[in-house]
Nanobody, 115 residues
Framework: QVQLVESGGGLVQAGGSLRLSCAAAGRLFSINDMAWYRQAPGKQRELVSSITRSGSTRYADFVKGRFTISRDNAKNTMYLQMNSLKPEDTGVYYC?????????WGRGTQVTVSS
């Protein structure tokens, strides 16, 4: 079993920054891809960014240039540095981790950006 714990969410004004963390624990033989998703009220969950074990990254167009994903394989932890936050970035942010052959979800951390 794998447990994921997100942290770092909160309330911030537009233009501000937050840094999210996702720590994995449990039976971690090898973590492959890791990703951040978000879900705004009344909307579907959407992919924000992903990172492979070797560090290759991908970003949704709506966060390119503002968010940076990273990971520390030794600590089994993933990060999301979020800068220039906008009110439309408000939502619950979830981490999603591939420990083959399964994908695991965290419980999410709330990010609220006020205008």
């Amino acid at each position: 079993q794998v447990q994921l714990v997100e942290s770092g969410g909160g309330l911030v004004q537009a233009g501000g920054s937050l840094r999210l963390s996702c720590a994995a624990a449990g039976r971690l033989f090898s973590i492959n891809d890791m990703a951040w998703y978000r879900q705004a009220p009344g909307k579907q969950r959407e992919l924000v960014s992903s990172i492979t074990r070797s560090g290759s990254t991908r970003y949704a167009d709506f966060v390119k240039g503002r968010f940076t994903i990273s990971r520390d394989n030794a600590k089994n932890t993933m990060y999301l540095q979020m800068n220039s936050l906008k009110p439309e970035d408000t939502g619950v942010y979830y981490c999603n981790v591939n420990v083959p052959p399964y994908w695991y979800w965290g419980r999410g951390t709330q990010v609220t950006v006020s205008s």
